[in-house]
């Protein structure tokens, strides 16, 4: 049973497309459905979460208790599972990290949160790390439209560079964890961006060839935005990495408006 917390965590959660207030404002939460062990009903818990490229990484902490909390056991019996990230879920597949892998990871992510080592002080379980990997199916938010879809993923990016810059500006230098935030951020708006080059842009011109104009525009930015990007990847962990960031998050939200405001009609 979830306590009144969680729940009322959830439903706000719910309610909010995945911005919660108080003292998880700037957190990233998921939701993670896994099939109850025992009943066989989906059961799902709130949890903090870590970017980590391709995947995305959940720590059964159970607040440093004796037991593994109930979604370590379920995942166990059953990997498929579900993740809500509040704009949009996707199917996944939960691979529990062992040995070494694991104890690297541990040790980053209580570099990131000191937290998660005050929880492994009280218990002499060792602490599981889970991988949630996307299995392969529909771009986030398909089901709703293409128009839908593109404003979807929007919302997520501007989220999380706004994320990583309030982290950037708070932690004097940047450990391994934000590093990696910071990288894989900028995969997801290689990915994104490469996408529309080579798929959405051709298919609208061909379909509007009054666009030809606005997508030849729409894609000097991105060309601006993947030079960004690469110099952010480069001066990650450097002292001027918050500079770039800012700018990068300038020209990234008004090329985000623009795309949106020229092909939100044709989607
Ligand atoms: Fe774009
Ligand atoms: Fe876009």
Redesign the pocket.
Known sequence: MLNDFTARLIDEFRANAGQVGGPFENSRLLLLTTTGARTGQPRTAILTYYPDGARTLVVGSAGGSPKHPAWYHNLLADPEVTVDLGLFSYPATAVVLRGSERDEVFARLVEADPGWGEYQKKTTRAIPVVALEQRPGPPPGADRGFGEALKII?AAFRRELSLIRKEVATSGTLGAQLRINCLTVCQGLHF??TG??TG??PALVQQHPELTEVVDA?QV??DQ?AVLLGELERLVGAPEVLDQIDELIAQLNA??DR?EAALLPYL
């Open positions: 929007h994104h961006h529309e080059s959405l842009f729409l930015e991105h935005i090329h985000l795309e």
